[in-house]
């Protein structure tokens, strides 16, 4: 089914989701390269991106319960979706509290509880994304009823 939230004809959701991944990921490598250098530089890259990971799984969180709250009740994929959600939600928590921690360390230091939540966000954001490959490629999530290898572009047809 289509997604709820779309811009210029696709889901709004997959497109935000770059930033949290991309930057929560970012925020682990360089808390590993603080620990292996004990570089001050690279505590505050992995505080500050863990920030602004936060901040943009914050917002495509909310498309992405606008997505799912338009899939039908009983469904494997309202119940996959609501997996997905509730997971990510966790990261996002974890994240925070990871960020949390940081903010009386000289430098932003991260103790090693902030790591430890880090990473263990990023494993259950691991397991949470596989789950959004599975609303998409399995559960035909946010993929047009008349999708084929011939079909016209998004733009061309009039949104419904
Ligand atoms: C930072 C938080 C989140 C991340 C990183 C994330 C990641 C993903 C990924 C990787 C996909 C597959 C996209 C694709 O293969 O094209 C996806 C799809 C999806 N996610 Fe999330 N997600 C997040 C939060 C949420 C939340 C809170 C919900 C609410 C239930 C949700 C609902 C969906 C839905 C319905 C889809 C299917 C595509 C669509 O219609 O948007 N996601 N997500």
């Given at each position: 089914?289509?997604?709820?939230?779309?811009?210029?004809?696709?889901?709004?959701?997959?497109?935000?989701?770059?930033?949290p991944?991309?930057?929560?990921?970012?925020?682990?490598?360089?808390?590993?390269?603080?620990?292996?250098?004990?570089?001050?530089?690279?505590?505050?890259?992995?505080?500050?991106?863990?920030?602004?990971?936060?901040i943009?799984?914050?917002?495509?969180?909310?498309?992405?319960?606008?997505?799912?709250?338009?899939?039908?009740?009983?469904?494997?994929?309202?119940r996959?979706?609501?997996?997905?959600?509730l997971?990510?939600?966790?990261?996002?928590?974890?994240?925070?509290?990871?960020?949390?921690?940081?903010?009386?360390?000289?430098?932003?230091?991260?103790?090693?509880?902030?790591?430890?939540?880090?990473?263990?966000?990023?494993?259950v954001?691991?397991?949470?994304?596989?789950?959004?490959?599975?609303?998409?490629?399995?559960?035909g999530?946010?993929?047009?009823?008349s999708?084929?290898?011939?079909?016209?572009?998004?733009?061309?047809?009039?949104?419904?």
């Open positions: 089914m289509r997604s709820r939230a779309r811009l210029a004809g696709h889901a709004v959701h997959p497109m935000l989701i770059a930033f991944l991309g930057l929560l990921v970012t925020a682990v490598i360089f808390d590993v390269l603080f620990y292996a250098s004990a570089r001050d530089s690279f505590a505050v890259v992995a505080a500050h991106t863990t920030a602004a990971g936060v943009g799984g914050v917002v495509a969180s909310f498309f992405g319960w606008v997505d799912w709250y338009a899939v039908p009740s009983r469904t494997r994929a309202k996959v979706g609501l997996l997905h959600g997971g990510n939600m966790a990261v996002l928590v974890l994240f925070a509290i990871s960020w949390m921690l940081r903010l009386d360390q000289p430098t932003w230091q991260p103790p090693v509880l902030a790591f430890v939540l880090a990473v263990v966000g990023l494993v954001a691991t397991i949470a994304a596989w789950l959004g490959g599975e609303l998409v490629e399995r559960l999530m946010g993929v047009d009823e999708a084929n290898l011939n079909a016209p572009s998004s733009l061309a047809r009039p949104s419904h």
